[in-house]
Nanobody, 124 residues
Framework: QVQLVESGGGLVQAGGSLRLSCAAS????????MGWFRQAPGKEREFVAA????????YYADSVKGRFTISRDNAKNTVYLQMNSLKAEDTAVYYC?????????????????WGQGTQVTVSS
């Protein structure tokens, strides 16, 4: 079992920045690829970014490429999402998720563990 807790969400003006954190506990954090997803009101949950277990491979949704950066610190059991140049359309609840295999990382159905989410609101 892995428990995931997100933090760092809040209200920010368009063009601003936020850094989300996801702290993991339970089984060895470095055994899991990590992903960030988001869900806006009335919309399906969508992929944002993912990072591999230890080699640092990353993958981003086109909508955030160049603005968001995913990273991880395996010593701190934490994955981060640095969000810059935020837009109103980035407003959503952001979730982190964990899976063992670096494959199909943009698909919500293949992740084994999920956090409760943190709200990000971008005002225009």
């Amino acid at each position: 079992q892995v428990q995931l807790v997100e933090s760092g969400g809040g209200l920010v003006q368009a063009g601003g920045s936020l850094r989300l954190s996801c702290a993991a506990s339970g089984r060895t954090f470095s055994s899991y690829a990590m992903g960030w997803f988001r869900q806006a009101p009335g919309k399906e949950r969508e992929f944002v970014a993912a990072i591999s277990r230890s080699l640092g491979y990353t993958y981003y949704a086109d909508s955030v490429k160049g603005r968001f950066t995913i990273s991880r610190d395996n010593a701190k059991n934490t994955v981060y999402l640095q969000m810059n140049s935020l837009k109103a359309e980035d407003t959503a609840v952001y979730y982190c998720a964990a899976k063992e295999v670096w494959a199909r990382v943009s698909e919500t159905t293949v992740y084994d563990y999920w956090g409760q989410g943190t709200q990000v609101t971008v005002s225009s």
